[in-house]
């Protein structure tokens, strides 16, 4: 029996979740496992209905639970109220509250969507899958903010040792799973901070003399990634650049709504979440892809649950959707049946059988 805290969140939130849970409890079904569910407010629904983007029981529930489970936070209703008011401040603060340091995001080309990607055959090669490891609790999103007179503004780029030492030691040992390689992505050229992670890095790269290590300035990370992706294999970097080299990755495989991630705590805790937002432009339609939901279910039953088999299944059963042509329409193309949002939970979950 497994407790997860369920955050349906904002926009499409309910629906992807509502499809990845039918896929959860089927594959408990089969694998002998049981979920109790117990949904948390956070983001704009939280707002609305409790005036705080993060109630403190939201927070203690999650904190009680063996994992947690998030859909997307946001909408275009809440974005006129003050930064620290916004559904925003409940997804920082949740990281925050939780300890999730360390935001793993596996950009994945599935052979079957591999016409959905921007990039030339050639260079895609045969398929992709690129692991971006981001710090997530430190940096310029954390640091000293303000504004004054002048009038001016800022906000501080700040790493302590331990923090770059965690998520360092963290990347390691995902590279050590995979193929050996970790590059480590930061502006050395300019910023005290990078120079200060690169030598945290080098020294944690001696516990791992099987790894290879790699260090690029994040400007030519990000041409790299267009240009030659299959140099990666595990991209080691802080808030920041990691959010924006996340998302180019994402982009790279065609579409975002097919990415999971997951947020790591010490141990195994974590919280599971696709990496798009809240999409309120087809919030409610039944157009949305869960599949970066499903995907990150399958996550959570990996690094949490340790239930590897059923993690396996789960994308398999993805994978047999995908190849017989069933496709959410933001990643149709010719020749494929565009299905809704429920109907593609739906035949995952049967394709668990
Ligand atoms: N983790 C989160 O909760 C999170 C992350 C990013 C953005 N947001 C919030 O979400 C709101 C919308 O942000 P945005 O528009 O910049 O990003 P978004 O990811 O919500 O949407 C970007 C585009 O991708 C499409 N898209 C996203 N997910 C999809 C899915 N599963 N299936 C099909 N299409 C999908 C959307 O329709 C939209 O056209 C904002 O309030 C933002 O702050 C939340």
Avoid at 277 to 300: E, F, H, R, W, Y
Wanted: overall charge negative; glycine content about 10%.
């Amino acid at each position: 029996m497994y407790n997860i805290a369920v955050i349906k969140g904002d926009g499409i939130g309910p629906e992807i979740v509502d499809a990845s849970l039918n896929v959860l409890d089927k594959a408990g079904e089969k694998y002998g496992m049981d979920f109790n569910y117990t949904e948390v407010l956070a983001g704009g629904r939280a707002i609305d209905e409790t005036g705080s983007p993060l109630p403190q029981e939201t927070i203690d529930i999650c904190k009680d639970s063996d994992s947690v489970l998030l859909g997307a936070m946001g909408g275009p209703k809440w974005d006129n109220l003050p930064g620290d008011k916004r559904p925003e401040a409940g997804l920082l603060g949740i990281r925050k509250a939780l300890g999730l340091y360390a935001n793993l995001r596996p950009a994945i080309l599935f052979e079957e969507l591999k016409e959905a990607s921007p990039l030339k055959e050639e260079i895609i090669g045969d398929g992709l899958d690129v692991l971006v490891m981001r710090e997530l609790t430190g940096g310029i999103y954390f640091g000293d903010k303000g504004r004054n007179d002048e009038p001016a503004a800022w906000d501080t780029m700040k790493y302590t040792k331990p923090e770059v030492e965690r998520i360092a030691r963290r990347a390691f040992e995902s590279a050590m799973k995979r193929d050996k390689k970790v590059t480590s992505v930061d502006k050395a050229n300019v910023l005290e901070v990078s120079r200060f992670w690169r030598e945290i890095v080098k020294e944690i790269a001696k516990e791992y003399p099987e790894v290879e290590l790699d260090e690029l300035y994040v400007d030519n990370a990000a041409m790299q990634l267009v240009i030659n992706p299959q140099q990666f294999d595990v991209i080691l970097t802080g808030n920041l650049f990691g959010d924006i080299l996340s998302d180019e990755a994402s982009m790279i495989t065609g579409s975002i709504g097919m990415l999971p991630s997951a947020s790591m705590g010490e141990g195994n805790f974590g919280m599971f979440e696709p990496i798009h937002g809240s999409a309120p432009d087809i919030a409610g339609q039944d157009k949305a892809n869960p599949i970066a939901t499903i995907l990150s279910v399958a996550m959570m039953l990996r690094y949490a649950l340790d239930e590897e088999e059923a993690a396996d299944a789960i994308e398999k059963a993805v994978r047999k959707v995908l190849k017989e042509g069933y496709r959410t329409v933001d990643i149709a193309s010719e020749g494929t049946k565009v299905i809704g949002t429920k109907e593609m939970g739906q035949r995952i979950a049967d394709a668990l059988e």
